[in-house]
């Protein structure tokens, strides 16, 4: 599980998930990659453990947010 920091005060998973469930959004996970990366799907998106944290210490957490983090990605063209 991720800590992370915001003014000192440590932050878990478990406080972004509890965020997620008082506003309503849908999700599903943890999920873990072949790389060992916890992921979540969060309503169409998917977000790194990390990422979903990060959204939550900058008060972030919610559609808004989540959609414009989302924007932000480019997804990696396939190569095969």
């Known amino acids: ?6 003014d000192s005060v440590p932050v ?13 959004i ?5 999920f873990c990659t072949p790389g060992q990366r ?8 998917i977000l790194l453990e990390s990422e979903l944290v990060d959204l939550f210490t900058q008060n972030k957490l919610n559609r808004d947010g989540i ?3 989302a924007r932000r990605i480019k997804p990696r063209e396939n190569h095969a």
Do not use: H
Not at 1 to 6: G, L, W
Not at 26 to 30: E, I, L, Q, V
């Open 67 to 69: 959609q414009e983090l």
């Open 1 to 6: 599980m991720v800590n992370a920091r915001s």
């Open 26 to 30: 849908a999700f599903r996970g943890p």
């Open 38 to 45: 916890t992921v979540f799907v969060v309503e169409s998106s």
């Open 12 to 24: 878990s998973v478990d406080a972004a998930i509890n965020s997620l469930r008082i506003q309503g």
